[in-house]
């Protein structure tokens, strides 16, 4: 084949993928992931459609890439105490079952030729969503802030459907002590059903989904939900990446060469966040999230290079603006100590 040095042969998928769009994915959603505190699983199986995987190999591959990320992440949420196991434990129920029923509608769908359309609407729908609540986010902010209220008060009146949901009296109920409530064991478990048949289904850790669900619906503390949820997540994607090797549907080379980019991006993408600041980044986000939904649209009426031009394109832009956000606050910080060492010198002369 010609260009073969540029690409990559999958053994078990049996097509020929363009190696440098892997590693960038793999870079871009661990960069993109570290700087937004979430997992950028939602990119990943749309560009590996558009990089040429059949659906069921993009969704697989995708899970399992999630399970690796997400191991790394729960231990250093876990030193500092962030995961309640407890409540995780608990959640797993519903998120096997779920993640088995979305993953079984996939090979439905495989086996009447229909996975691939189906997919992409239901992506395009759920990245819309997200879209909405990113953008109607930041409107609420400046709203706020055009009349000066603060942000206690805004959060003040968040979201608190969890007081009504943890009326529910259904046995058993259990006390979760890091979390700090007690509630029906029915309540996570019918949550972490709905968010695994989305994981299994769409081939996301789900914490996109969840991550809200633990703090609004569950009634979790923000830092116990992030660490809770990516325990969640490593568990699901493990359970998620044994269920598609069962299905013959992950693609275990496309998942190291992602995972060698992600690891490096992810550092990157962590200690950007140290020097950020504003709303711009939110709106980086959502337009990273209006490229991905244009590039699936693009991708299934056939304009298979417009949709990889669109998608590698976005997520390139948005990591070299994430790149340089760090270089330039590292670099502010280098001149503040230089300036701080200079000024002491001066005064003990």
């Known amino acids: 084949m010609e260009h073969s040095f540029w690409y990559l042969h999958m053994p078990i998928a049996g097509v020929e993928i363009f190696w440098p769009g892997l590693v960038l994915i793999g870079f871009s ?28 190999f993009a969704i697989g591959t995708d899970i399992a890439h999630i399970a690796g990320k997400s191991m790394v992440s729960t231990m250093r949420h876990s030193k500092f105490g962030n995961v309640d196991y407890k409540l995780g ?49 930041y409107y609420k902010a400046v709203q706020s ?5 603060i942000d ?10 969890y007081k009504t949901l943890h009326k529910i009296n259904l046995p058993p109920m259990i006390h979760f002590k890091t979390a700090g409530f007690t509630c029906s064991a029915w309540l996570p478990i019918g949550v972490s059903f709905i968010t695994g048949i989305l994981a299994g289904f769409l081939g996301i850790g789900g914490g996109l989904l969840r991550m809200p669900a633990l703090v609004y619906l569950i009634g979790c503390p923000t830092h116990i939900a992030v660490g809770t949820d990516l325990f969640e997540v490593m568990i699901s994607g493990l359970y998620g990446a044994f269920t598609y090797t069962l299905k013959g549907r992950i693609e275990l080379v496309a ?11 992810a550092q ?43 998608i590698l394109g976005a997520i390139s832009a948005i990591c070299v603006y994430i790149i340089s956000i760090m270089f330039k606050g590292a670099a502010a910080e280098l001149r503040d100590k230089k300036e701080r060492e200079r000024a002491a010198a001066a005064f003990q002369n």
């Open 29 to 56: 959603v661990g960069t993109i992931g570290g700087f937004f505190g979430m997992g950028g699983a939602w990119m990943v199986t749309p560009g590996l459609n558009i990089l040429g995987f059949p659906m069921a």
């Open 255 to 265: 998942v190291f060469v992602m995972l060698t980019g992600a690891a490096i991006g």
């Open 145 to 149: 802030k055009k009349a000066g209220r």
């Open 152 to 161: 206690g008060e805004k959060g003040a009146e968040g979201i608190t459907w």
């Open 89 to 137: 434990f608990v959640m797993l129920f519903g998120t096997m079952f779920g993640i088995e029923i979305g993953a079984q509608m996939i090979m439905w769908l495989e086996r009447l030729g229909k996975v691939g359309p189906i997919v992409r609407w239901v992506y395009v729908g759920f990245l819309a969503l997200i879209s909405f609540m990113v953008f109607y986010d």
């Open 268 to 310: 990157i993408g962590t200690v950007a966040t140290k020097y950020a600041k504003g709303y711009g980044i939110r709106i980086g986000f959502g337009c990273a999230v209006v490229a991905c939904m244009a590039s699936i649209i693009l991708k299934q009426y056939g304009f298979d290079v417009a949709a990889a031009v669109v």
